[in-house]
């Protein structure tokens, strides 16, 4: 089992940065693929980033293609999501998931465990 919590949301304005952290318990992190989603009022929960448990591999949506990076620190048990040039159409729920398994993926329905999302507001 794999408990995720994520933090670091908030509320910015329009060109600003944030930072979400996703902290594991349960299990270590470095066994696992992260990734991160974002879902929005009234629509579907959406890929953002994902990296291989190596961290050797990662994923971007064409939508946060650099603007975004994910990062992780296996020692700390904890995945990192900086966020830069924030737009108000990232504002979302954003959700930290894991997976046992190597390579890192796009695909909500390939993780096991979710964490309960932060809210990301941004306005313009």
């Known amino acids: 089992q794999v408990q995720l919590v994520e933090s670091g949301g908030g509320s910015v304005q329009a060109g600003g940065s944030l930072r979400l952290s996703c902290a594991a318990s349960?299990?270590?992190?470095?066994?696992?693929?992260m990734g991160w989603f974002r879902q929005a009022p009234g629509k579907e929960r959406d890929f953002v980033a994902a990296?291989?448990?190596?961290?050797?591999?990662?994923l971007y949506a064409d939508s946060v293609k650099g603007r975004f990076t994910i990062s992780r620190d296996n020692a700390q048990n904890t995945v990192y999501l900086q966020m830069n040039s924030l737009k108000p159409e990232d504002t979302a729920v954003y959700f930290c998931?894991?997976?046992?398994?190597?390579?890192?993926?796009?695909?909500?329905?390939?993780?096991?465990?979710w964490g309960q999302g932060t809210q990301v507001t941004v306005s313009s």
């Open positions: 998931a894991a997976v046992v398994r190597y390579t890192a993926s796009r695909r909500a329905s390939d993780y096991d465990y």
């Open positions: 349960g299990r270590t992190l470095s066994s696992c693929a």
């Open positions: 990296v291989s448990r190596s961290g050797g591999t990662t």
